[in-house]
């Protein structure tokens, strides 16, 4: 009968691991760290909301536009009536901080009557915190049956209500003559 012998390094070896004063120092380090990447983390929360809020408004107008082309009728814009489920204030016509819906002018009076505003093409909702203002042209944006908006100058300013216009998370979609859209970063006009 054969008996295993062990090997002597491995009965003196060290034990394998950290110590208590080791995880200690990583943890201190670790959360220092985070503590200096936290405020440029929420400017980044910030901007990439906008960003959503931006493109989600960019989308909506190209689609107003090809729906205003393809039915052969006035379509609009209009901002989204303050409600029980929307928790950002409407401070006066040009603040459309709870949204937005596309609809379409049935009977091509360039006014929107209630009957129009209740059989919306597409609704969007902005986040709770988030503003959205159509500064000096109110309620509604409106394309021609050629997909061109009426009225010139047409802009959007997009914004975190606790940094406010002007804030690092500040986004102005311009929509030029030629209906070219832009957008501008940290900027409310489209200079």
């Known amino acids: 009968m054969k008996l295993h012998q062990t090997d002597p390094s491995l009965l003196h ?10 995880v200690m120092v990583s943890l201190a380090i ?4 985070a503590a200096l990447g936290a405020p440029s983390f929420s400017d980044s929360i910030r901007r990439f909301r ?3 809020i931006s493109d989600d408004l960019m989308a909506s107008i190209q689609l107003a536009r090809v729906e205003a082309i393809r039915r052969g009728r006035p379509v609009a814009l209009i901002r989204e009536l303050a409600s029980s489920s929307c928790s950002n204030p409407l401070l006066d016509s040009d603040t459309w901080s709870c949204g937005w ?9 360039g006014s929107i009557s209630a009957a129009e505003r209740n059989n919306p093409i597409q609704t969007t909702t902005v986040p709770r915190g988030y503003g959205v203002v159509h500064p000096g042209l109110g309620n509604q944006m409106v394309f021609g049956v050629w997909g061109q ?4 100058g ?11 216009i002007g804030g690092v998370a500040t986004l102005t979609i311009c929509l030029n003559a030629g209906n070219r859209l832009r957008t501008i970063k940290e900027e409310s006009t489209c200079l």
């Open 154 to 164: 047409q802009r959007f300013v997009i914004t975190n209500t606790a940094d406010g």
């Open 149 to 152: 908006a009426v009225g010139v």
């Open 101 to 109: 819906r596309i609809v379409e002018d049935t009977n091509a009076n």
């Open 50 to 52: 906008v960003k959503g």
């Open 30 to 33: 670790l959360g220092l760290l």
């Open 13 to 22: 070896s060290k034990p394998h691991g950290f110590t208590l004063i080791e």
